[in-house]
């Protein structure tokens, strides 16, 4: 699932790529002599300015390092590592926007809020702009640190007075996108650092700010199903809502449900009917974000408890009363192989490579006198002698279940079929061509 990660990833940095340039605070300011003094010199500011308005990135840097050697306690240090992270974020070296965002971060109070907001979102920006190796012990210390810091980034949003010349709903509006990539943040580096409970929270986060982004919907059911234990049907109900949006991986967020899916209910249901719950589902999830009670999947353990006293008696009996125990026996049966199930036959369909009984099952001889009409089709492969069946006798046959019709018409399907060779007639044997009789050679008469 790498690749929806990547268009979670790629979408959040389309939606809030542009938020950071215009949420930078002003730039210090030269000393003026009539006023209080400043907390810097005027050779300070002037060494700042040279730095920050070098045009030349590598010559930039080799400024801002002098300044930083130079004036190790400055005053104007925030705004010596804000342009530290903005040079290093044209260049795209992120790790470095990360670590001199962590700089300016650490300064605390002596940083305004503003000059923290905005190196928290340049970090969190460029955290979700590096291919991290999950496989790698450090990357789960990165993402629990860029977890913190994404965290400390709403706090820090939230303290940020409204400007006023704005209207509350303007300022609203444009702390979504930061909210988006804050949340997002937390949620991408919980899952990274396998903390999944606080993934699930994040993601769910963010999907309240943008609700219709298939990807993090994928994210976010994967986080469901990776939970200790997992929360299955919430994840299958996240990742089929995934694929109802249409997003450029439907396709295989719908493989990896269907496999999830089916390891949930132990690799034992027919491909038909995985497929038609599997519809079902993206159908329902489609309609609506949250799972509603009554959706309900069976699991594995109880299409075993299903099959534990199954047999053909029983399983006719439920498919034929319908309702919720219908569906659950159904879905242990199909693809079951049932041994000897008694049979009156009413026709026999021949063909190429199978032959084709109608039959009727029965339980007593009573049952056997009443039937009337087929309630089973069953196809038998590899055995011509079955077309020989008599239809005055019980016939028994072993077949694996593949489908069924529901009352009114009920019909059971079965295939694979092979006859109780017991019940196949022997045929007649016809009699042995009888030998011409020999007629006894003629005697010559005796010689004269």
């Given amino acids: 699932m790498n690749a929806t990660h990547r268009l979670a990833i790629a979408a959040l940095l389309a939606l809030v790529g542009g938020c950071l340039a215009g949420s930078l605070p002003s730039a210090a300011q030269a000393p003026d002599t009539g006023s209080k003094q400043p907390p810097y010199t005027m050779a300070e500011y002037n060494a700042y300015q040279a730095a920050c308005s070098e045009k030349s990135p590598q010559q930039q840097i080799r400024l801002l390092d002098d300044f930083v050697s130079k004036y190790p306690g400055s005053a104007l240090l925030g705004y010596v590592y804000q342009c530290y992270y903005q040079n290093y974020s044209a260049q795209k070296n992120f790790p470095k926007v990360i670590e001199h965002a962590d700089r300016l971060v650490a300064l605390g109070d002596k940083a305004d809020v503003g ?9 969190a920006f460029a955290f979700n702009n590096i291919n991290w190796d999950d496989k790698k012990p450090e990357t789960r210390e990165a993402a629990a640190k860029a977890r913190d810091a994404a965290l400390l980034g709403l706090k820090t949003l939230d303290e940020i007075k409204k400007p006023d010349n704005m209207s509350q709903e303007e300022f609203d509006k444009q702390k979504v996108a930061p909210k988006i990539l804050f949340n997002y943040t937390a949620a ?86 995985l497929d038609a719950e599997l519809n079902e589902l993206v159908t329902l999830a489609g309609s609506s974000t949250d799972r509603p009670d009554s959706y309900k999947l069976a699991s594995g353990s109880e299409l075993d408890a299903a099959r534990k006293d199954m047999n053909i008696a029983s399983l006719v009996a439920d498919l034929k009363a319908g309702g919720d125990k219908s569906k659950l026996s159904w879905l242990a049966a199909c693809g079951l192989e049932f041994p000897d199930v008694p049979s009156k036959l009413f026709e026999v369909i021949p063909g190429t490579d199978a032959i084709t009984l109608k039959v009727a099952f029965f339980t007593s001889e009573a049952e056997f006198d009443a039937a009337k009409e087929p309630d089973m089709e069953v196809k038998v492969v590899g055995q011509p002698d079955a077309a020989h069946v008599s239809k005055e006798v019980p016939v028994r046959f072993t077949g694996t279940l593949v489908s069924y019709d529901p009352p009114p018409n009920f019909m059971l399907h079965w295939d694979k079929a092979k006859v109780n060779p017991e019940d196949i007639p022997e045929e007649k044997k016809k009699p042995a061509p009888k030998r011409p009789a020999r007629r006894p050679t003629a005697k010559k008469p005796p010689s004269s």
């Fill in 188 to 273: 991408n580096s919980a899952r990274m650092a396998k903390n999944f409970k606080d993934a699930v929270e994040s993601y769910k986060a963010t999907l309240t700010l943008t609700p219709n982004e298939p990807a993090t919907w994928s994210q976010l059911g994967i986080s469901y199903l990776s939970l200790t234990p997992p929360n299955y049907l919430d994840g299958f109900w996240a990742l089929a809502h995934s694929v109802a949006l249409k997003g450029p991986t439907e396709a295989q967020v719908r493989k990896y449900l269907r496999s999830q899916i089916a390891n949930y209910q132990g690799q034992s249901v027919c491909d038909s009917l």
């Fill in 115 to 123: 000059m923290r907001y905005s190196a928290l979102y340049a970090r």
